[in-house]
C-alpha cells in the first residue's frame, strides 16, 4: 500500500509545480525517474508517444501510465488498477484545490494588479518548462543515451529518418501537407513497429 501513498504524493508534487499545462510535466517526469527507479528515460519516450495519441491531457495520461505500469510491476492487475487511480488523483488534487480557493474569492481579486502581474510572471516559467519538455523529447529520440556509445554512434538515424520523412510529407508534399495529424501518428507508430524503434 505504500507503492499507492507514494504514487499519489510524487504526482501531487508534479500537479503543484507543473505550471503550463501537460507538457509542462515531462521534465519532472525526469526528475521522477532518477529519484524512484520506477521508469527509465526509453519508458518515459515511450509513455509520451502513447499519451499523446490517445484522448485527454497528456499530464493526466501519462499519470495515469505511470501508476499502471509502477502498480502492475509491484503486485499485479488490482495494483496497478489502483496505483493509475492515485497517480491521477495526485496529479489533478492540486489543480482542483486551487481552482476551488480561486473561484471562491475570483471576485475580490478579478481586477487586483498584484494578482495580474502574478499571472504574467509565470508566462515565462510555463514557458520554459514545455520549451525543456519539448528538447527533453527531442533528444530522447533523436539521440541515444548510452554512455558506451561515442560520437555517431550516439545518434539514433532512425530517429532522424522518421522525422526528415514527416517534415517532409507535413510541409512539402502537396498531397499529404493537409492530411490529418492522426494520419501520421498511426503511420509513425506503424514505422516504429516495423523497423523496431526505440
Known amino acids: 500500500m505504500s507503492i499507492l501513498f507514494s504514487l ?12 503550463g499545462g501537460g507538457m509542462a510535466t515531462i521534465p519532472f517526469l525526469y526528475s521522477m525517474s532518477d529519484a524512484t527507479g520506477w521508469f527509465t528515460y526509453n519508458d518515459l519516450a515511450n509513455m509520451i508517444a502513447v499519451s499523446e495519441s490517445t484522448p485527454g491531457p497528456i499530464g493526466v495520461n501519462m499519470a495515469t501510465y505511470v501508476g499502471f505500469v509502477t502498480g502492475m510491476h509491484t503486485g499485479g492487475s488490482v495494483l496497478a488498477v489502483l496505483g493509475a487511480v492515485f497517480a491521477t ?33 509565470l508566462r515565462p516559467a510555463s514557458a520554459g518548462l514545455i520549451a525543456a519538455a519539448g528538447l527533453s523529447v527531442l533528444t530522447a529520440n533523436l539521440f541515444f543515451h548510452s554512455d558506451a556509445l561515442h560520437g555517431f554512434a550516439r545518434i539514433n538515424w532512425k530517429g532522424w529518418l522518421l522525422a526528415g520523412v514527416l517534415w517532409l510529407l507535413t ?8 492530411l490529418h495529424p ?3 501518428i498511426g503511420l ?10 526505440q
Not at 171 to 178: D, G
Not at 188 to 197: D, K, T, W
Open 8 to 19: 499519489f504524493f510524487q504526482f501531487f508534487k508534479v500537479g503543484l509545480f507543473a505550471v
Open 188 to 197: 509513425s507508430a506503424l514505422a516504429g513497429i516495423l523497423f523496431s524503434m
Open 171 to 178: 510541409n512539402r508534399v502537396k498531397a499529404t501537407k493537409n
Open 89 to 121: 488523483l495526485g496529479l489533478v488534487t492540486p489543480s482542483i484545490i486551487i481552482i476551488l480557493l480561486i473561484a471562491s474569492v475570483l471576485k475580490s481579486f478579478r481586477n487586483n494588479r498584484h494578482v495580474n502581474s502574478a499571472f504574467y510572471g
Open 182 to 184: 492522426i494520419i501520421f
